[in-house]
């Protein structure tokens, strides 16, 4: 479960990410090549980090969607050049606020058996991914 609280807490982060670039508005988000790389590269992240997760986590919350976050994560990879900004302006709409609404009281939970990535620095969330990946 430590590094199922490590994901948890890099979820949360890209959520809270896309929220803050899309919170200027559609017109904003369609007019900026920047948001529009910075959002999806954020949904990327986070259906990675979900991808990650145990499968003790996963079967723990079978209400989440696990398996459509990781499809997601395999679309927008995989079909960079497909991507529709409506699409990515809907799930960010209509799908990462359910997604965060699961994922928040899961991340407690998880720190508690991880206390020390409880107080992780959002900025220091990557390196501390990348540690994990390349301990495993």
Known sequence: MKDDAIYLRHILECIRRAEENTAQGYDAFVTSHTLQDAVPRNLQTMAESTQRLSDEVKSAYPAVEWRANSGFRNVIVHNYLGIDLEQI?????????????????????????APETAAISPAAVPYFIACASSAS
Not at 90 to 110: G, H, M
């Open 89 to 113: 302006w809907s799930i960010v709409q209509e799908d990462v606020p359910t997604l965060k609404a699961a994922v928040e009281p899961i991340f407690p939970a998880a720190a508690v058996l």
